[in-house]
């Protein structure tokens, strides 16, 4: 992305207003509709030189383990 704020689909159905930088790994936090697209609620940049292997076992832990990640408050 060229532009200081763009519409970036950072997946088929996820669709963001953003200030995201080409080539960096971007934090989105959202809720998917009943259509399965995403409803992003907030995006972060989070810079180049993430390990996209340790994220994903990350988010697949706290989806097995809710009871210790999830807070229903």
């Known amino acids: ?10 997946f088929p159905g996820c669709l963001v207003d ?4 080409n080539g960096n790994a971007a934090q ?4 998917v509709n009943p259509d399965l697209s995403i409803k992003a ?8 030189g993430v390990d996209m292997v ?3 076992a990350v988010a697949e832990l706290t989806h097995r ?4 990640f999830v807070s229903e408050n």
């Open 1 to 10: 992305m060229r532009a200081e704020q763009a519409k970036a689909e950072l």
């Open 18 to 21: 953003s200030h995201l930088v």
């Open 28 to 31: 989105v936090i959202g809720k």
């Open 41 to 48: 609620l907030s995006t972060r940049d989070v810079g180049p």
């Open 54 to 56: 340790l994220c994903s």
């Open 65 to 68: 383990h809710k009871e210790i």
